[in-house]
């Protein structure tokens, strides 16, 4: 039930920026009185962060926010008693990594003051007139960057002499900084400084400040120096009479970790100094700590003079006029330079700096310079198990969440019950679209994370409509697995050997050893939480297979289980009798919500209490309790200029409460009525976004937008700014993780259904956009000849990998639509009748080359043979291809036999041998597999060429596979129907490596076209073995295919306990990959003999314990024949058997896997 009583907050505390990029200016405060004074400068203080900024882990900073004059600033502060370079350099890297869209930054604090000169040559002794309460001001002088670190130096001898040599400078602040140093100390010479009037007006709105942070007194006193080794002047008095305005000092501020207590010790610093020509104004500890990772301004209000006289009394009167002038300098600053300057997270990138001393690194890779070797290693092995970046998904979404909002899923007696069980426990969390359930996992992780243990690790997985081909089921067992080896040790441990043997192997890793790895890790773990956000949104076929992945780790640790989901009775079923908590938007949240976004309404209504008010409770009325709706309408009325359009809006909310469709139709209208130049651009933005194949990358998007019928090239010029490009699309498109996508899963159902509406033409412009790219004058030149060319191709192309995989996609839509338009015909066709342009419309199609390591290009066949023999040249691989392969591959059938109607041949082979009938075969095309199979000409059993040096010096790749065996291979089960249906098909035809099309099968789990090749009668499943002695069984139990096992077991085969060249029979590879289910169903069958040795001598029994797959083990009941020498080897299997695995695994290699 939704409660009729509404919260209100005070519109005073909303007026901040909803974005944390607004924030330009960092303003780092060292000490709590340094803290106070720089908030006392805000013209408008903010009490929440900006809705999208999310705290990095492990950033120390405290963060204050606020405005002075036109500058959004955020007061850093450091942690609680620490001060000095060290803390500060950690300052910089908290603010790189939480805020890194700073720009610019100000050191204010206090310092201490040197009032003497040392002059090297003529050894004589100055005067300055510092007195306490004057501010100095870092300023670069010579080769001086405004700040000098007092130890960066080294001693040498020349000519007999010792001489100091300074090992390093500094770096100057900005030039938006000195432009405005320089307008500042000419406006105090024709003006003089309005620090006294800026203390005063912060007295004023602070009045608790007045009495400990007023000017000390203005009575004269005597400051006693001590006689030191550089100028003995013992008793001299030096005059220090109070100034009521503080003067402003610029020059050289020398900064150090050492506190300055002793005139001794800071006048022998200020002699070393002088030997370089150094002369500084000031002493202070934390410049230098910052200004190579982050250069900034360093302002310094003088407390004392660093000798035995140091006191406190100045230090507060001191920091407010250091703030004072720092709130006067930002108001000669121009937000313009501001904006062209650097941002700090670049800037910390590209430092030679790491966070407490400089050090040579490799800048080829800029994640070496903060990274130890280990740790890079560490790195290496976690990408290669999973990519993805899920921590960035997950900050993401927190982000959104709204302060305040949710607490009331955190105090249900249901979710405490769930969080508390001492036992595994599952939580499911139903809700209907647009509800919260996202925010509230995100919400559910970060509140775990915060109150639990190191020992009681919190890992998640976003399910994601857009990403569905790529959140397979090995990607989301590999995620989960790569969040316990970054917290673990030990785990990480078993992921490296994982990567080794993989490595080694020249393959990666199957769902079932990941599975093993991550039961294996939940064991290292006394409890663990798990949450899984939209399962809804997981492919149907993917839903049971991860349920099962998660069952199956309940019972290795206390696994506590929370899963978000939409009403879906599938889902549902999955978790049957576990308890539910149902997610819906409560009306307090709603009020939260809606009063933040209250405040970007225009001024003029903003002032209308009563109006706003009205807004408040209008859209929580017809966002009937959903999140969505709200960002939706309000979306609307933030776009109304004057009060009476905002009440039209309102009214038009009454009619259709609770309406998606009514509210995404408003939003296109909003669309529609922008100028037509904007209007055509949103909805070319939508049509992409909505009809995308993959999620598009912003810079992909960009490419595409700038691409026009005609060009010929991209240029930098043609390119839309973010804010455009999300601001046409009334709010539709969101960007995250700098992928595109729409706001939520209901807006792609809405124009799935209405695109026709909408969007009438943008499907034929994406097909002609990706085909006019693909026809750019560089792409001409045909595919890059070495792998470095291509990488560099790609980087500054940023579309031709999308427009490469997907034109073919698009223009087969289009197809099945009837809307092919005869010009977009003539265009395709003008471009695949170039053979130029589709051998590098091959290469840029061709995964194997996308973002593999050095030491994974084996892994995926790309450099196989020919690295080895020292030849990079990889064009060889594409040419040749022509424009019947590229249709043939999309199953785009008009278009094919049109280009072999012009004359391209039908059985035409490619660089690597293969044909149109392969190419379609290979990618499940099952019409134009049939009418390819009727055109005369076509050799159905044409195989690629098995690999062999070529006469030019390039090396060809393939192994000899037909039509059927691809189309085995990838379980297209019409194809295969299609081909053993043509009497000409060979349906044994081996490969090079002796692999049939019933093998293939086997080893992928298709039982389905297993059971189609053996009714065939004329598979010869007893004689089927490749050159390596494996038969399909064992590939099926490897893979621990148990419905292809029972299908192969159900003909009575007479192999059953055969042989490879290893001695291994199928149930060997069954207990060493740990397949438990593979090995009862072949237990239990007549003949199975659990005693035959393989390797080594080695029984299935022992090959379970070796690689210790414990749910796999074949118990001695079931060979009770093991002799002595047998439970002698399991007694001993970890202290012997261990030191032979890394040989064992060498010497069972398979090259035909």
Same mark, same amino acid.
Not at 600 to 627: Q, T, W
Not at 969 to 994: P, Q
């Given at each position: 039930?939704?409660?009729?009583?509404?919260?209100?907050?005070?519109?005073?505390?909303?007026?901040?920026p909803e974005?944390?990029?607004a924030?330009t200016?960092?303003?780092i405060?060292?000490?709590?009185?340094?803290?106070?004074?720089?908030?006392?400068?805000f013209?408008?203080?903010?009490e929440?962060?900006?809705?999208?900024?999310?705290?990095?882990?492990?950033?120390?900073n405290?963060?204050s926010?606020g405005k002075?004059?036109?500058?959004?600033?955020?007061?850093?502060?450091?942690?609680?008693?620490?001060?000095?370079l060290?803390?500060?350099?950690?300052?910089?890297q908290?603010l790189?990594s939480?805020?890194?869209h700073?720009?610019?930054?100000?050191?204010?604090?206090?310092g201490?003051?040197?009032?003497?000169?040392?002059?090297?040559?003529?050894k004589?002794v100055?005067?300055r007139?510092?007195?306490?309460?004057?501010?100095?001001?870092?300023?670069?002088?010579?080769t001086?960057?405004g700040?000098?670190q007092?130890?960066?130096?080294k001693?040498?001898?020349?000519?007999?002499?010792?001489?100091?040599e300074r090992?390093?400078?500094l770096?100057?602040?900005?030039?938006a900084?000195r432009?405005?140093?320089?307008?500042?100390?000419a406006?105090?010479?024709?003006?003089?400084?309005?620090?006294p009037?800026?203390?005063a007006e912060a007295f004023e709105?602070?009045?608790?400040?007045r009495?400990?942070?007023?000017?000390?007194?203005l009575?004269?006193t005597?400051?006693?120096?001590?006689?030191?080794t550089?100028?003995?002047?013992?008793?001299?008095?030096?005059?220090n009479?109070?100034r009521i305005?503080?003067?402003i000092?610029?020059?050289?501020v020398?900064?150090?970790?050492?506190?300055?207590?002793?005139?001794?010790?800071?006048?022998a610093?200020l002699?070393?100094?002088?030997k370089?020509?150094?002369?500084?104004m000031?002493?202070?500890?934390?410049?230098?700590?910052?200004?190579?990772?982050?250069?900034?301004?360093?302002i310094?209000?003088?407390?004392?003079?660093g000798?035995?006289?140091k006191?406190?009394?100045w230090?507060n009167?001191?920091?407010?006029?250091?703030a004072?002038l720092?709130k006067e300098?930002?108001q000669?600053?121009?937000?313009?330079?501001?904006?062209?300057?650097q941002?700090?997270?670049k800037l910390?990138?590209q430092?030679?700096?790491?966070?407490?001393?400089?050090?040579?690194?490799?800048r080829?890779?800029?994640s070496?310079?903060t990274?130890?070797?280990?740790?890079?290693?560490?790195?290496?092995?976690?990408?290669w198990?999973c990519?993805?970046d899920?921590?960035?998904?997950?900050?993401?979404?927190?982000?959104?969440?709204?302060r305040?909002?949710?607490?009331?899923f955190?105090?249900?007696s249901t979710?405490?019950s769930?969080?508390q069980?001492d036992?595994?426990?599952?939580l499911?969390c139903?809700?209907?679209?647009g509800?919260?359930?996202?925010t509230?996992s995100?919400l559910?992780?970060?509140?775990?994370?915060?109150?639990?243990s190191?020992q009681?690790?919190?890992?998640?997985?976003?399910?994601?409509?857009q990403?569905?081909k790529?959140?397979?089921?090995h990607a989301?067992?590999a995620?989960?697995l790569?969040?316990l080896?970054?917290?673990?040790?030990?785990?990480?441990?078993?992921?490296?050997?994982?990567?080794?043997r993989?490595i080694?192997h020249?393959?990666?890793?199957?769902?079932?050893?990941l599975q093993?790895?991550?039961?294996?890790?939940f064991?290292t773990?006394t409890?663990c939480f798990?949450?899984i956000?939209?399962?809804?949104?997981c492919?149907?076929?993917?839903?049971?297979?991860?349920?099962?992945m998660?069952r199956?780790c309940?019972s290795?640790?206390v696994?506590?289980?929370?899963a978000t989901?939409?009403?879906?009775?599938e889902?549902h079923a999955?978790f049957d009798?576990?308890?539910?908590?149902r997610?819906?938007?409560?009306v307090?949240?709603?009020?939260l919500?809606?009063a933040?976004r209250?405040a970007e309404?225009?001024p003029?209504i903003?002032?209308?209490?009563?109006?706003?008010?009205?807004?408040?409770?209008?859209?929580?009325?017809?966002?009937?309790?959903?999140?969505?709706l709200?960002r939706?309408?309000?979306?609307s009325i933030?776009?109304?200029l004057?009060?009476?359009?905002?009440?039209d809006t309102?009214n038009?909310?009454?009619?259709d409460?609770g309406?998606y469709?009514?509210?995404?139709?408003a939003t296109?209208e909003?669309i529609?009525?922008?100028q037509?130049?904007r209007?055509d651009?949103g909805k070319?933005i939508?049509a992409w976004?909505?009809?995308?194949?993959?999620?598009l990358?912003?810079?992909?998007?960009?490419?595409?937008?700038?691409?026009?019928?005609?060009?010929?090239?991209?240029?930098?010029?043609?390119?839309?700014a973010?804010?455009?490009i999300?601001?046409v699309?009334?709010?539709l498109?969101?960007?995250?993780?700098?992928?595109?996508?729409?706001?939520h899963?209901t807006?792609?159902?809405?124009?799935?259904?209405?695109?026709?509406?909408w969007?009438p033409?943008?499907?034929?412009a994406?097909v002609?956009?990706?085909?006019t790219y693909?026809?750019?004058?560089?792409?001409?030149?045909?595919?890059?000849?070495?792998?470095?060319?291509?990488?560099?191709?790609?980087?500054?192309y940023?579309?031709?990998?999308?427009?490469a995989?997907?034109w073919?996609?698009?223009?087969s839509d289009?197809?099945s639509?009837?809307?092919?338009?005869?010009?977009?015909?003539?265009?395709?066709?003008?471009?695949?009748e170039?053979?130029?342009?589709?051998?590098?419309?091959?290469?840029?199609?061709?995964k194997?080359?996308?973002?593999?390591q050095?030491?994974?290009?084996?892994m995926?066949?790309v450099?196989?043979?020919n690295k080895?023999?020292g030849?990079?040249?990889i064009?060889?691989?594409h040419e040749g291809?022509y424009g019947v392969?590229?249709?043939?591959?999309?199953g785009?059938?008009?278009l094919?036999?049109?280009?072999?109607?012009?004359q391209?041949?039908?059985?035409?082979?490619d660089s690597?041998?293969r044909?149109?009938l392969?190419?379609?075969?290979?990618?499940?095309?099952?019409?134009?597999?049939k009418?390819?199979?009727?055109?005369?000409?076509v050799?159905?059993?044409?195989?690629e060429?098995?690999?062999?040096?070529m006469?030019?010096g390039?090396?060809r790749?393939g192994?000899?596979?037909t =039509? !059927?065996?691809?189309? #085995?291979?990838? %379980? *297209?089960?019409a @194809?295969v +129907?299609? $081909?053993i /249906?043509?009497?000409?098909?060979d349906v044994?035809?081996?490969?090079?490596?002796?692999?049939t099309?019933l093998?293939?099968?086997?080893?992928?789990?298709?039982?389905?076209i297993?059971?189609?090749?053996?009714d065939t009668?004329?598979?010869?499943?007893?004689?089927d073995?490749n050159r390596?002695?494996?038969?399909?069984?064992?590939?099926?139990a490897?893979?621990?295919?148990?419905?292809v096992v029972?299908?192969?077991l159900?003909?009575?085969?007479?192999?059953?306990?055969?042989?490879?060249?290893?001695g291994?029979? =199928? !149930?060997?590879?069954a #207990?060493?990959? %740990? *397949?438990?289910? @593979?090995? +009862?169903? $072949?237990? /239990?069958?007549?003949?199975i003999?659990?005693r035959?040795?393989?390797y080594?001598?080695?029984t299935?029994?022992?090959?379970a314990?070796?690689?210790?797959?414990?749910?796999?083990l074949?118990?001695?009941r079931?060979t009770?024949e093991?002799?002595n020498e047998?439970?002698?080897?399991?007694?001993?299997?970890?202290?012997g058997?261990?030191?032979?695995t890394?040989?064992?695994?060498?010497?069972?290699t398979d090259?035909?896997?």
């Amino acid at each position: 039930m939704r409660s009729s009583h509404l919260c209100f907050v005070d519109m005073s505390q909303l007026c901040g920026p909803e974005r944390a990029e607004a924030y330009t200016v960092a303003w780092i405060a060292a000490l709590p009185h340094e803290r106070a004074a720089g908030e006392a400068m805000f013209d408008e203080e903010y009490e929440d962060p900006p809705a999208d900024f999310r705290k990095s882990r492990g950033d120390p900073n405290a963060y204050s926010w606020g405005k002075i004059g036109k500058h959004y600033v955020v007061v850093a502060a450091l942690p609680s008693g620490e001060y000095g370079l060290t803390s500060t350099a950690t300052v910089a890297q908290g603010l790189h990594s939480s805020l890194p869209h700073v720009r610019i930054g100000l050191l204010v604090g206090i310092g201490a003051g040197v009032r003497e000169v040392v002059d090297e040559e003529d050894k004589t002794v100055g005067q300055r007139d510092i007195r306490l309460g004057d501010v100095v001001v870092s300023h670069p002088e010579g080769t001086i960057g405004g700040v000098v670190q007092c130890d960066l130096v080294k001693a040498k001898t020349v000519g007999g002499s010792e001489v100091l040599e300074r090992t390093g400078s500094l770096n100057s602040p900005p030039l938006a900084l000195r432009t405005a140093l320089t307008k500042l100390q000419a406006t105090h010479i024709r003006r003089g400084t309005t620090i006294p009037t800026i203390i005063a007006e912060a007295f004023e709105r602070y009045p608790n400040m007045r009495s400990d942070f007023c000017h000390p007194g203005l009575g004269g006193t005597e400051v006693d120096r001590r006689t030191d080794t550089y100028h003995s002047r013992a008793g001299t008095t030096i005059s220090n009479e109070a100034r009521i305005s503080p003067k402003i000092h610029y020059g050289t501020v020398a900064s150090s970790n050492t506190l300055k207590k002793s005139a001794r010790h800071r006048d022998a610093v200020l002699a070393r100094l002088a030997k370089e020509n150094i002369k500084p104004m000031c002493f202070e500890m934390e410049a230098a700590g910052l200004m190579n990772n982050f250069p900034c301004l360093v302002i310094r209000g003088t407390c004392d003079y660093g000798d035995e006289h140091k006191n406190d009394d100045w230090q507060n009167y001191a920091a407010i006029t250091a703030a004072g002038l720092a709130k006067e300098f930002l108001q000669c600053v121009d937000v313009e330079e501001v904006e062209e300057t650097q941002e700090i997270g670049k800037l910390i990138l590209q430092s030679l700096g790491t966070l407490h001393q400089e050090v040579e690194q490799n800048r080829e890779e800029v994640s070496h310079l903060t990274m130890s070797a280990d740790a890079h290693r560490r790195r290496h092995v976690l990408d290669w198990l999973c990519p993805y970046d899920y921590l960035t998904q997950f900050e993401n979404h927190s982000a959104r969440h709204l302060r305040g909002t949710g607490q009331w899923f955190l105090e249900d007696s249901t979710f405490l019950s769930w969080v508390q069980a001492d036992q595994s426990s599952t939580l499911i969390c139903p809700g209907g679209p647009g509800c919260g359930k996202t925010t509230i996992s995100a919400l559910v992780i970060d509140h775990l994370r915060n109150a639990s243990s190191s020992q009681k690790p919190v890992i998640y997985f976003f399910f994601d409509y857009q990403r569905r081909k790529e959140q397979t089921a090995h990607a989301f067992v590999a995620t989960l697995l790569r969040q316990l080896a970054s917290l673990s040790q030990e785990v990480f441990s078993a992921v490296e050997k994982l990567h080794n043997r993989s490595i080694s192997h020249s393959r990666r890793p199957s769902v079932q050893d990941l599975q093993s790895e991550l039961q294996s890790a939940f064991q290292t773990v006394t409890e663990c939480f798990v949450v899984i956000d939209a399962w809804d949104e997981c492919e149907p076929l993917k839903r049971v297979e991860c349920a099962n992945m998660l069952r199956g780790c309940l019972s290795q640790c206390v696994v506590h289980l929370l899963a978000t989901t939409r009403d879906d009775h599938e889902v549902h079923a999955l978790f049957d009798g576990d308890p539910t908590l149902r997610i819906q938007a409560h009306v307090e949240d709603l009020t939260l919500y809606t009063a933040k976004r209250a405040a970007e309404l225009a001024p003029n209504i903003r002032c209308d209490v009563g109006l706003v008010e009205n807004v408040i409770k209008g859209v929580i009325d017809a966002s009937d309790g959903v999140f969505l709706l709200a960002r939706l309408h309000m979306n609307s009325i933030n776009d109304q200029l004057t009060a009476n359009e905002v009440k039209d809006t309102l009214n038009g909310l009454r009619k259709d409460t609770g309406s998606y469709s009514s509210a995404y139709e408003a939003t296109m209208e909003r669309i529609n009525q922008q100028q037509k130049r904007r209007s055509d651009l949103g909805k070319r933005i939508l049509a992409w976004v909505v009809h995308a194949k993959l999620p598009l990358r912003f810079e992909e998007l960009n490419h595409a937008l700038a691409t026009r019928p005609g060009k010929r090239s991209i240029e930098s010029g043609d390119m839309y700014a973010k804010e455009v490009i999300l601001s046409v699309c009334a709010g539709l498109v969101t960007l995250n993780m700098d992928t595109l996508r729409l706001i939520h899963y209901t807006a792609q159902e809405f124009f799935s259904d209405t695109w026709i509406q909408w969007l009438p033409n943008e499907t034929a412009a994406i097909v002609d956009t990706c085909i006019t790219y693909l026809s750019f004058d560089v792409f001409k030149e045909g595919p890059c000849r070495d792998r470095d060319s291509h990488k560099s191709r790609l980087n500054q192309y940023k579309l031709l990998n999308y427009a490469a995989k997907n034109w073919g996609h698009h223009l087969s839509d289009q197809e099945s639509l009837a809307e092919t338009e005869r010009t977009t015909t003539d265009t395709v066709l003008s471009f695949l009748e170039d053979t130029s342009l589709t051998c590098g419309c091959s290469q840029a199609m061709d995964k194997r080359y996308e973002g593999i390591q050095e030491d994974q290009e084996d892994m995926y066949g790309v450099y196989t043979g020919n690295k080895a023999m020292g030849i990079r040249d990889i064009s060889g691989f594409h040419e040749g291809m022509y424009g019947v392969h590229l249709t043939a591959s999309f199953g785009l059938e008009h278009l094919t036999m049109l280009l072999i109607e012009k004359q391209q041949d039908a059985d035409i082979q490619d660089s690597y041998g293969r044909t149109p009938l392969w190419w379609a075969a290979t990618n499940g095309n099952a019409g134009l597999v049939k009418t390819l199979l009727d055109t005369r000409g076509v050799d159905p059993n044409n195989r690629e060429p098995i690999g062999r040096p070529m006469t030019d010096g390039r090396f060809r790749l393939g192994i000899g596979q037909t =039509p !059927l065996s691809k189309a #085995a291979e990838n %379980g *297209h089960k019409a @194809v295969v +129907k299609m $081909l053993i /249906a043509n009497h000409e098909v060979d349906v044994n035809a081996a490969d090079a490596c002796g692999r049939t099309p019933l093998s293939y099968a086997a080893k992928k789990g298709h039982a389905a076209i297993v059971q189609i090749l053996l009714d065939t009668k004329v598979v010869r499943i007893d004689e089927d073995k490749n050159r390596f002695g494996r038969t399909p069984l064992m590939y099926a139990a490897e893979g621990g295919h148990e419905e292809v096992v029972k299908v192969l077991l159900a003909t009575g085969m007479d192999n059953i306990n055969s042989r490879d060249l290893l001695g291994r029979t =199928p !149930l060997m590879f069954a #207990a060493k990959d %740990g *397949h438990e289910a @593979v090995v +009862k169903t $072949l237990l /239990a069958t007549k003949n199975i003999d659990a005693r035959m040795k393989g390797y080594r001598g080695r029984t299935a029994y022992d090959l379970a314990l070796l690689y210790q797959k414990r749910g796999s083990l074949i118990s001695r009941r079931s060979t009770p024949e093991l002799d002595n020498e047998q439970r002698k080897r399991k007694q001993h299997s970890s202290e012997g058997e261990n030191k032979q695995t890394s040989k064992k695994q060498k010497l069972s290699t398979d090259d035909g896997t």
